[in-house]
């Protein structure tokens, strides 16, 4: 099995910035996309940013110009530098990845825990 560890939520002023790390692990033969979702209290889980492995992007429109998604493929993790944050950013955010078993299989979605963001004056 895969495990995603996710780290760096927390609170900060608007107008602060956070990097959210997420470490895959396990035994699996690679990782195709890695993404981050959030989901804003009372809220549907929305798509925030994802690249695939070879590093294609994409960004929702609300935080484009403010979030980077990166990833490091030798630690299996991928991380998001969000800056200039508003309150509107405020939610619970996500790592998930596609994970492949063995280089014929289809990639499994696999989910972290969640992290907290608040950001609030």
């Known amino acids: 099995q895969v495990q995603l560890v996710e780290s760096g939520g927390g609170l900060v002023q608007p107008g602060g910035s956070l990097r959210l790390s997420c470490a895959a692990s396990?035994?699996?033969?690679?990782?195709?996309?890695m993404g981050w979702y959030r989901q804003p209290p009372g809220k549907e889980r929305e798509l925030v940013a994802s690249?695939?492995?070879?590093?294609?992007?994409f960004y929702r429109d609300s935080v484009k110009g403010r979030f980077t998604i990166s990833r490091d493929n030798v630690k299996n993790t991928v991380y998001l530098q969000m800056n200039s944050l508003t309150p509107e950013d405020t939610a619970v955010y996500y790592c998930?990845?596609?994970?492949?078993?063995?280089?014929?299989?289809?990639?499994?979605?696999?989910w972290g825990q969640g992290t907290q963001v608040t950001v609030s004056s």
């Open positions: 396990g035994r699996f033969f690679s990782i195709a996309a």
């Open positions: 690249m695939s492995s070879v590093g294609a992007t």
């Open positions: 998930n990845a596609g994970v492949k078993p063995t280089m014929l299989a289809s990639p499994k979605d696999y």
